[in-house]
């Protein structure tokens, strides 16, 4: 089966800086993405990466190990408005996104 | 700005009395999908539209019809709503469906209570 997995709540101090990890075994990969969902909203893009390596966006990192089937989100510098899930997804060789349930972040000043 | 719109945001609704939500888009893009999210859960994906290509996925219940009668509209009908449907409904678009930075855009949502 296909599956994703994320830790379920994480909690970080405004300022500092936190890493939420996604793994996955999916069939076949063509992408993997990264999502910022606020509570009672819906989900808005922040990343994607399809080759190892990372990817830098503002205060935002996302990174990719296909070999081992593991991606994180880095945030940096954390602000209150941080608070909020965080849902991993990976494209799989049909072109479906395969969801994780998401992490759920908590800012504290 | 061109957007994803969902519509209404709120949806109150009897267990087994039909009801429809609505989703437009301005972004011209092909391909539209319906997911069910129920609190702390993953998006589940319940159909999509390749244009006028209907996909259904294998386990949506029939109780979910689905409606694209054109590229900006697209409906998700719940013919006979058990409280089990209670979630958040959500909208999505994207330009091609297929690979590189093919990226899904999601309208606010519509929440659904089923009293």
């Known amino acids: 089966g296909q599956n994703i997995d994320q830790p379920t709540e994480m909690t970080a101090t405004e300022g500092a800086i936190v890493q939420i990890n996604c793994t996955y075994q999916?069939?076949?990969?063509?992408?993997l993405f990264w999502y910022q969902q606020h509570a009672g909203e819906a989900p808005t893009f922040l990343s994607y990466n399809v080759l190892d390596g990372l990817e830098e966006k503002g205060r935002f990192s996302s990174f990719l190990s296909r070999s081992k089937g593991y991606s994180y989100l880095l945030l940096k510098e954390l602000q209150m408005k941080d608070s909020a899930s965080y849902l991993c997804a990976v494209r799989d060789s049909n072109y479906q996104l395969i969801w994780g349930a998401g992490t759920k972040l908590i800012i504290k000043p | 700005d061109a957007m994803v719109i969902q519509n209404p945001r709120y949806q109150v609704t009897q267990f087994g009395k039909p009801v429809t939500l609505s989703c437009s888009q301005t972004l011209n893009h092909n391909v539209m999908y319906w997911y069910q999210q129920k609190s702390s859960q993953a998006p589940k994906l319940l159909f999509h539209?390749?244009?006028?290509?209907?996909?259904n996925e294998a386990d949506t219940p029939d109780n979910f019809q689905s409606r694209r009668p054109n590229t900006s509209f697209c409906f998700l009908d719940i013919r006979s709503p058990g409280l089990g449907d209670a979630a958040m409904y959500l909208c999505?678009?994207?330009?091609?469906?297929?690979?590189?930075?093919?990226?899904?855009?999601f309208g606010p949502g519509t929440r659904l209570t089923v009293l």
């Open positions: 539209y390749y244009d006028k290509d209907f996909n």
């Open positions: 999505a678009t994207s330009p091609t469906g297929a690979g590189g930075a093919d990226t899904q855009y």
């Open positions: 999916t069939s076949g990969f063509n992408g």
